[in-house]
């Protein structure tokens, strides 16, 4: 790799625009440079599933002609028009296979594209390739894709969060300098705080479903992955928007200034004063490791110094969130991945003996084609929603949402945004944490309420502990997306300042990593 | 139950519809889905389009594709809506669907979407009239809004899906919209059960058609009859054991199995039997039904509230401007019509049952009388429709072709012959029956021979008309019309019949 292309790509999305825009790089040098950045470091890294070397530059040449063209066809290209994007592979694209990170749906091409692929195409950003994930988005570590775990960047013994880990990793290895995530109880902002990278949940409804593949439909959001909080608010603001395909999608009407907030400015306002910061009582303490505490602290302290006003809010139902969400969540999904049956696509499996009827066809099917976290949510999802049963769990954890969507409004008056540590630990080793599922289920203690309450949440890196990243988590009421971005720019600048660099900057360098 | 002892209450004889009427009394319940006919489907915008090749009007929702979601179809809310008022329900302000959850190769999704406690429409009735003219009404419990499934073909010897060499699967159907309409328990019908059910299909299909929500097309599904049926002891105030009778596809057959059951429950139950709960299928050629899939209350099909719509809230003025945009119940409008016609009893059952009341009204507000109306519908169009294999109004007649045609009758231009050869002429693409008549040189010289004989006649049978109209009563010519009518077979100008009178009389009109 040349210093060129290595200088390259450690650009934020935010500069390369602005050069590509200058003429001072094409779109080709850009996607050729990140393309290599993957030949690489992936081998170390496996973030990608599937590459896209042909289309991302035929795509990245296309934009360079309409560039070259100049007139209204150079105009009319959109800023982030030849910078390229990788894409979490739990979204469909036509032309590229889809996996969802399960041999359920391998070799599988989606016959359309998302919405918010359609939106990135029709932005004419190069696409990359789809990112790993676990499998159906269910997990914390990446560790649960049928196509092994993505590694940490900052320690490739280490997880990289999940269920993106592949988003996060190829943003914080420069293999990409955007990536689309979904979030159902933190899969983005997990991923984002281990990392060093900024993920946003949106509000649910603020950017169109369609054609993420659903895990559960009414916590899933797609949202941006990025190294800054401006490049996150720039794609952000690309891929949001009312869909008539999507039903929970918002219309623009609904946000508070009758349009879709503008995110980029939110993000570049970097200015506290007077801005009213929640400090969930509930998220913080006990679970909490004391160098994630600490960075966290610290945080704060950046924020009250320059003129935040720093409260502290109780939330007394977050207490009961994590097992609301693994009644709600598992429930929704064991419905919707009824439809991976081996009769209309993807993997079918006959049975090894006996009569090859269509009960045993699918009962092989997705015996061979699931993991076992795919298997243990869809029979405790099943079970949850059984006659007799549903009621004491399905029915209880719809109003522990309800409560919980209460004290988010009570705490809510007391100030704009909310803050806490977004993971209650840095990243942890390979395999540590396999074989518990309910240590694993601890990672999204504090991102659940955001997505039961259906609000948005933004994390940001705070600092290293013991040479790992911490994140820290803002979130805000529903159709306030903006304040997130505003928060998080702040405390951003802030923290680059006290480091005199961004902390994505200092991973350390995989080439010596991998030799 | 298990499979022998089922099998022995298979092999009980019925008992005669008329012993077990004396012994039992029965208790039904009704349910009719009606496959809508929006332009798309449900919850996506592929074609709901009935006859086309296997799985072409199919999209990736349809086919429940990884990451698809579905979208309510408004149209379709809309007709649930209008439904629920014919029905004299109250229409829910906020309402959700739901998912019923089953592993079914026809459900692409395995779950079908549809209402579960929250249906649109609910505590509504229908009178229905008998053959004897009696009403009789039944309660509606509820009226929702679901999918439909995939359409299966099973190859092989058993013709369903166990036991086949392979089945095929045709989506083209899945996602087509339905409404399915609940009764309450109908009790007191005593024997009048079977002609009940049979008359409250065709009440539904003249409901749904006249809303023009549903083609209606029994033949292909577009409303089809579960038939529940139980059997009580009179006053035993507990309902017994149902049986459910599933894809009841006529009208006839709904009254015939419903039938059936009665006589079925009653052999087993004078056996001294019970009654299985299941469905059971219905065998149009023997007119019997045979067990079908044991079918317990326990069924789960974990209903939960489809996450991916959000409620669907009708405000009252939209449900108000729905109400609005009612056509006259079709009972109603039957009984109007009939009176404003004059038709016999006869005729207009003729009538309804050609499926004409629409193009006859049509032709009698361009001016027709109620005669030529359906004397025309009735008559030479329906031959042709028949001699082509089509539905009379698929031919193509306009009720203004009928006007003019009946005008050039009238004014002499041409004969009934000629008129009817127009017809053909005119169903053949050669233009108005104008330009048929000069372009063929069809017109005829008007014969007044047989009128004026059939006005002799009537004279020389009325002579005291005949001596009213030469003392100048004028009005009396009119009681000279009806025999000459009579005689004419209804072709004689009323003008010109008053004219020849007068003529005869020496007078001048």
Redesign the interface.
């Known amino acids: 790799m040349t210093s060129t292309s290595n200088s390259l790509i450690r650009l934020t999305a935010a500069e390369m625009s602005a050069k590509l825009r200058a003429g001072e790089i094409t779109s080709v040098e850009l996607t050729q440079a990140h393309l290599d950045r993957i030949a690489a470091v992936d081998g170390t890294i496996n973030a990608f599933l599937h590459v896209a070397e042909a289309e991302a530059l035929e795509t990245a040449a296309a934009v360079d002609r309409s560039r070259a063209a100049g007139g209204t066809e150079a105009e009319s290209l959109h800023p982030l028009a030849g910078v390229p994007i990788a894409v979490k592979d739990l ?2 694209t036509k032309g590229q296979p ?1 996996t ?1 990170g399960s041999k359920m ?1 391998e070799g ?1 091409m ?3 594209d ?1 919405t918010v692929v359609e939106k990135i195409r029709a932005a004419r950003m190069p696409i990359l390739g789809k990112t790993n994930l676990d499998e159906f988005a269910m997990g914390s570590s990446t560790e649960h894709s049928a196509f092994g775990p993505t590694r940490n960047p900052w320690d490739p013994t280490r997880i990289p969060g999940g269920s993106g880990g592949g988003s996060a990793a190829a943003v914080a290895a420069f293999e990409a300098p955007l990536a689309l995530g979904t979030d159902t109880g933190g899969s983005i902002r997990q991923p984002g705080s281990v990392t060093g990278t900024v993920g946003t949940k949106p509000t649910y409804g603020g950017v169109s ?6 895990m ?3 916590l899933d959001q797609i949202g941006p992955v990025a190294r800054t909080v401006e490049d996150a608010a720039l794609l952000h603001e690309l891929i949001a928007g009312h869909d ?5 999608s918002l219309p623009e009407a609904e946000y508070p200034e009758g349009r879709l907030p503008a995110f980029v400015d939110a993000a570049s306002a970097k200015n506290v004063a007077g801005l009213r910061i929640g400090v969930i009582k509930q998220l913080q303490g006990a679970g909490y490791q004391a160098g994630v505490l600490a960075r966290f602290q610290e945080a704060l302290e950046r924020l009250r110094e320059n003129g935040a006003e720093i409260v502290e809010v109780d939330c007394p139902s977050f207490d009961y969130a994590l097992g609301a969400y693994y009644l709600i969540m598992p ?2 999904a064991s ?1 919707n991945l ?2 991976y ?1 081996g ?3 993807g993997t079918r499996v006959l049975p090894e003996e006996g009569p090859l ?3 045993r066809v ?1 009962g092989a099917t997705r015996a061979a084609g699931f993991g076992d976290e795919v298997k243990r949510r869809i029979i405790l999802g ?1 079970y949850a ?3 007799g049963y ?1 009621d004491a769990y ?1 029915g209880s954890a719809q109003k522990i949402r309800t409560l919980i969507q209460r004290d988010f409004d009570a705490a809510f008056e007391q100030a704009d945004v909310l803050v806490s540590p977004t993971s209650p630990t840095v990243a942890f080793p390979l395999a540590s944490k396999l074989d518990d599922p309910v240590a694993m289920y601890l990672n999204d203690v504090a991102t659940i309420p955001a997505n039961l309450a259906g609000i948005p949440g933004i994390s940001v890196p705070g600092g290293l502990s013991e040479g790992l990243p911490v994140g820290v988590q803002f979130l805000a009421p529903a159709k306030q997306d903006a304040r997130v971005y505003h928060a998080a720019g702040a405390l951003e600048q802030l923290l680059n300042d006290t480091y005199d660099a961004p902390l994505w900057a200092q991973v350390p360098a995989l080439e010596e990593v991998t030799g | 139950m298990n499979t022998t002892t089922q099998a022995a209450m298979d092999a009980v004889e019925p008992l005669s519809f008329e012993e077990a009427i004396e012994t039992y009394e029965p208790v039904m319940g009704l349910e009719v889905h009606v496959e809508l006919n929006t332009a798309t489907k449900m919850f996506s915008s592929a074609p709901n389009a009935f006859g086309d090749e296997p799985n072409t009007n199919v999209n ?1 929702v349809d ?10 179809n408004g149209k379709a809310v809309e007709s649930a809506i209008k439904l629920g008022l014919a029905l004299n329900c109250s229409i829910a302000e906020r309402c959700r669907f739901a ?1 019923k ?1 089953y ?1 079914y ?1 026809d459900t ?4 079908q979407t549809s209402q579960y406690d929250e249906p649109i429409a609910f505590d509504g009735h229908v009178d229905v009239e008998l053959d004897d003219g009696e009403k009789f009404r039944v309660e509606i419990e509820r009226a929702h809004m679901e999918e439909d499934a995939g359409k299966l073909t099973h190859a092989g010897a058993s013709g369903r ?2 036991g086949a060499d392979y ?1 095929l ?1 045709d989506y083209n159907r899945a996602g087509v919209p339905l409404i399915e309409i609940v009764t309450k328990p109908i009790t007191g019908a005593g024997r009048r059960a079977p002609e009940i059910a049979r008359a409250y299909v065709s009440t539904i299909r003249d409901i749904v058609k006249g809303l023009d929500i549903s083609d209606a097309r029994m033949e292909r599904g577009n409303v089809r009859c579960d038939a529940n049926v139980s059997l009580m002891r009179p006053g035993a105030g507990v309902f017994g054991t149902r049986s459910e009778t599933k894809n009841v596809n006529s009208i006839r057959a709904v009254e015939h199995a419903v039938t059936y059951e009665i006589r079925r429950h009653a052999g087993i139950l004078s056996a001294g039997g019970s009654i299985v709960q299941e469905t059971r299928h219905w065998k149009e050629d023997t007119r019997t039904t045979s067990s079908g899939r044991i079918k317990s209350d ?1 069924d ?1 099909y ?3 509230p489809e ?4 409620p669907i809230v009708t405000t009252k003025e939209w449900v108000e401007s729905l109400r609005a945009e009612l056509p006259e119940p079709p009972a109603q409008r039957r009984r109007r019509l009939r009176e404003a016609w004059g038709y016999s009893e006869a005729e207009f059952r003729d009538v309804i049952a050609a499926g004409l009341l629409d193009q006859i009204e049509e032709t009698v507000s361009h001016g027709a009388s109620p005669a030529v109306a359906r004397k025309w519908w009735m008559g030479e169009i329906s031959r042709l429709a028949n001699a082509r294999e089509v539905e009379p109004a698929g031919l193509g007649v306009e009720s203004a072709t009928i006007v003019e045609l009946n005008e050039l009758i009238q004014a002499g231009s041409i004969n009934d012959k000629i008129a009817r050869q127009v017809l053909e002429h005119h169903v053949d693409g050669e233009g108005s029956p104008a330009d048929i008549v000069r372009n063929r040189g069809l017109e005829v010289v008007s014969d007044d021979g047989a009128l004026t004989a059939a006005v002799e006649k009537a004279m020389a049978e009325n002579p005291d008309v005949v001596e009213k109209v030469k003392a100048g009563k004028l009005k009396a010519i009119g009681a000279l019309i009806g025999p000459v009518m009579k005689e004419t077979r209804g072709q004689a100008d009323a003008g010109k019949v008053k004219q020849i009178v007068l003529e005869r009389l020496g007078r001048n009109s």
């Open positions: 979204i469909v889809t969802a749906l599988w989606s016959p359309y998302a479903r369609y054609g993420a593949i659903a559960a439909s009414s008539n395909k999507d039903s929970t429930s929704e419905s009824a439809r049956d009769v209309r696509y009827t269509i009960e699918m099943t929603l059984s006659a549903y399905y | 990736e086919l429940g594709m990884p990451g698809t979601l579905p979208a309510v998912r959850q592993f190769p692409p999704k395995n779950w899906i166990q089945s699967v326990a789960d974990r209903y939960f996450p991916d719509l959000v």
